[in-house]
């Protein structure tokens, strides 16, 4: 017995020392892995910095397209090329050098970890800079060109723009998943474990934000297969549409109820009920109806000769449908009935929002309730003194009684505020003498009378014809300005333009009455949704974001320039949904 036990322990020992260095061995493999992938990210975010960017920089400084345009589309991947070309990397490749004398990644890791919080604002701008690039190669002939030259080129591997983009967003989530695998070989009590669990703490915290835009652009390539399956059906390859559930399905007719097959695609916002098409390439199935979420209702029903029906009702169609078993029922039902209930949620948040405008806080509850703030983005001039801002010498600040956006001169006063238990913060000149009773040396005679463009752009558009975002322009070869224009119910023939919807001031007027209104003939700089007002020798140059809103300008501007009183027009649901807020009188 004595033998057994000394061999036993003798195996045991010998076992221990053979699976150490297999352990070294797949901890050197994954620090490896991780280098030869780094490099390989390095080189597209070269690509992508260095070679896309630059070019279309260089092109955008001729003046054949905005700056702003390449500027919202590569967003801050220019800090991340830098960080990772001259930090990370470098870092990683020394280390590998030394791995016999400093078997470690963790701390090289934890010390650069936060530095990947970067990544948050590439990921946050990652479906809006797809969606501009993707107007702008439409828009722009010499933008899709230099692309094009680009793509085509070795060093792109035959992949688009689009594909490199998206490197970024995955390369975070592949940093958590070999951090991962580095933690499961790495012994309890190595030195590196604490460094390790910290660097990966905080990479996951980064990947989660990844992983959300991830599974964006894989809907973005789900809504792209479906547009081709329908033969390039319209408003199918857009972020706000989100693909629920698909399948076949039989149909009852109204008249006979003899069925016949059908395809749906059940979407967020709208179900598309398709005929097939006996094609096993191209176009699969024809859309014979769109019948809108807004107001569907479904209704499981009963019929003898044909088993697991239910039926779809909606504002544009009443459907029968008729499903394989039970439970494939079962799963239709509740996927309208889920989709009905969220977007139901999700109208009515919408409505009350609309309404609100801006929610002011009244003299009366000045300061003992929090107000809400105007976003920075609904501004480009002071609230208070009608300054335009900018970023070095007149920034953005908030007024913690009012909401309102001011400048720095104006925003140089405190006052106790209630509701934030009567501490001292940062208020508006006005607000500040309206909480403390004081009285202002400096303040105007009153019934001074304002100037013609010294009318708020929420107070216009609450009670206007119409209003909403165009890109404006005097000259064809220069670049548009996106402004917030509107035409107001009290002042029927003139068109109002704001630098944006909060603004306390116009940037100017333009009295219609008299002017032509005309088609611009299209061009790379004037895509088909373009008109120009003319007069003379004064022309203004409109861009609207599609057909539809185009087309709802020119009804109220061509009443106007004759003289006649326009009528209200009334926005749909989906283009207030995503962000077109050409108004009605009653601010929605």
Known sequence: EPQ????????????????????????????????????????????????????????????????????????????????????????????????????????????????????????????????????????????NAIIQDIQSQEVCGNLTLQHHMLEPVQRVPRYEMLLKDYLKKLPEDDPDRSQAEKSLNIISMAATHSNTAIRKMENLKKLMEIYEMLGGEEDIVNPSNELIKEGQILKLAARNTSSMERYLFLFNNMLLYCVPKFSLVGQRFTVRTRVGVEGMKVLETSNDDYPHTFQVSGKERTLELQASSEQDKEDWIKAFQKTIEIFQQKNESFKSASKEVVDEVSVKELGKRAPRWIRDNEVTMCMKCKEP????????????????????????????????????????????????????????????????LEIEAAQVSGNSFLCGFLQYSTDRTKPCQRVWCVIPQHDALVLYLYGAPQDVKAQCTIPLLGYQVEDVQRSVDHPPTSFRLRQSKSVHYFTADTEEVKLRWLRVICKAVIGEMPECQTPDVDDLANGCHEGVPDGT
Not at 47 to 63: H, P, R, S, Y
Not at 422 to 435: P, R, S
């Open 389 to 452: 801002f900018n970023p070095l010498t007149r920034r953005r600040h908030h007024c913690r009684a009012c909401g309102y956006v001011v400048c720095y001169k104006c925003s140089d006063y405190k006052a106790s505020l209630r509701y934030d238990g009567n501490k001292l913060n940062k208020v508006c000149k006005d607000c500040y003498f309206i909480l403390t009773g004081r009285v202002d040396a400096e303040e105007p005679v009153s019934g001074k009378k304002r100037g013609i």
């Open 4 to 143: 057994n036990c000394i061999l036993t322990t003798s195996f045991n020992t010998l076992a221990s020392w053979h699976q150490e260095p297999i352990k070294e061995l797949k901890l050197y493999k994954i620090a490896s892995e991780l280098l030869q992938t780094e490099r390989a990210y390095v080189t597209r975010l070269h690509l992508l910095d260095q070679v896309f960017c630059a070019k279309l920089t260089e092109e955008a400084g001729k003046g054949t397209f905005p700056v702003e345009v390449v500027k919202g589309i590569f967003s801050n991947v220019g800090s991340i090329y830098a960080f990772h070309s001259q930090f990370l990397l470098p870092d990683l490749e020394t280390r590998m050098s030394q791995w016999d004398s400093t078997p470690r990644i963790g701390d090289i890791l934890a010390q650069l970890a936060p530095f990947l919080r970067m990544y948050a604002e590439y990921v946050k701008n990652f479906d809006s800079a797809m969606d501009l690039l993707k107007q702008w190669m439409e828009r722009s002939a010499q933008l």
